[in-house]
């Protein structure tokens, strides 16, 4: 069966390399090296994690999907073959990328995959190679990843090669330092295009937003955008934050600076700082109480109202809703004032408390 794209075998692989060749040529001219401030455990877990995925990881999940189906299900091999190139690949990628969503949308929402997913908000910049920053157990799960190999199978190579050059582009851009969004942001004659573009692929902008460190700068938002290629899926499910606008600030908040070896290897190793949330003794536990708390509020002041009920730093927010399906509450005072905030996460007018707590 002749995979070969546009009679080139392996196009898709020397096309997805020279992205990345060229983004992060790109990078280095525009200065990237010189203004970086990763440690060598950045690098490591980042070059590392894209060296293992792409040649150990998604290939050894497209052969065991491959040989698992020919073994177990020879009928079904290249049963969709027949496809035209325009059928096969929207129903790759579109299936590809809501399976993505949902999955990225998850880490996020639940603990035991929100620790898998954590080292790729720990980088404090952006850069392209951040999107290859995860534990190995998250790739290894990814429903998109044996996704390529179920359609490989099916007889969808070529689709899946096309996609795979398209997404890269996509995801590598959007992580990238060189935030060519930008561009259209200054020129107001060019707003219709980035209008159009925004609501459809995944920019920049859209996607540092959701590595930003707090939504107390107005622009950040790390539990939305939780999009891979299409801005689609955002929109339909209520995640989607457009602000144009870049955070200052990326990574974690109260990051413990856990090892790669922990951030990687997770659950296998086990980080040695107290108070990690990939510590083998690590409990998350209710901190809530039935009483309000009383506090003095300045003007022009974003505070972030922890809603989780986790937080260490109550009634206000300090990151440990990552892995839940809450996200802080962003209130501010127009004066100076004290105020009694709610404490027991039952106010119907939080963040201030309605004695709600006088009823449990």
């Not at 196009?11 to 970086?36: C, K, M, N, P, W």
């Not at 620790?115 to 980088?123: I, N, S, T, V």
């Not at 190793?269 to 990939?278: F, L, N, P, Q, R």
């Not at 974003?302 to 206000?316: A, E, I, M, R, V």
Request: with cysteine; aromatic share 14%; net charge positive.
């Amino acid at each position: 069966m002749d995979n070969s794209i546009f009679g080139v075998q392996d196009l898709d692989v020397y096309v997805v390399s020279s992205i990345i060749i060229l983004f992060g040529l790109a990078e280095i001219i525009a200065g990237y090296l010189h203004r970086t401030q990763r440690t060598r455990s950045d690098w490591i877990q980042e070059v590392g994690s894209f060296l293992v995925l792409s040649q150990l990881i998604k290939p050894g999940i497209v052969l065991t999907v491959y040989f698992g189906g020919k073994y177990f299900l020879p009928e079904s091999l290249h049963l969709l073959g027949h496809w035209s190139l325009w059928l096969m690949l929207p129903f790759y990628i579109l299936i590809d990328d809501v399976l993505q969503y949902w999955y990225h949308r998850s880490a996020h929402e639940y603990e035991w995959l929100w620790k898998l997913h954590r080292p790729h908000h720990q980088a404090e910049e952006m850069g392209f190679l951040v999107s290859y920053r995860n534990a190995a157990l998250y790739y290894l799960i990814m429903p998109n990843l044996w996704w390529v190999g179920i359609i490989v199978f099916l007889g969808g190579a070529k689709a899946v090669a096309i996609g795979l050059i398209f997404k890269q582009l996509i995801i590598i851009g959007s992580h990238s330092t060189l935030t060519w969004d930008s561009f259209f942001y200054k020129h107001k004659i060019l707003n219709p295009v980035i209008s159009l573009l925004e609501r459809i692929i995944i920019t920049p902008a859209f996607h540092h937003a959701h590595h930003g460190k707090s939504m107390a700068d107005k622009i950040s938002d790390p539990n939305g955008n939780y999009g891979n290629t299409f801005s689609l899926w955002d929109q339909m499910f209520g995640t989607a934050k457009f602000t144009r606008q870049f955070p200052t600030d990326y990574g974690l908040v109260n990051d413990p600076k856990d090892k790669w070896t922990a951030s990687y290897f997770y659950p296998i190793v086990t980080s040695d700082k107290a108070g990690s949330e990939i510590s083998k003794d690590y409990k998350r536990e209710k901190t809530t109480t039935p009483e309000p708390a009383q506090v003095e509020l300045e003007p022009n002041v974003t505070y972030l109202f922890c809603q989780c009920g986790f937080s260490k730093n109550q009634p206000f927010c300090d990151g440990s809703h990552h892995g839940s399906k809450f996200k802080p509450k962003p209130f501010e005072v127009k004066r100076k004032t004290k105020a009694r905030l709610c404490n027991c996460k039952h106010s119907k007018t939080s963040p201030f408390c309605d004695d709600s707590h006088l009823n449990l």
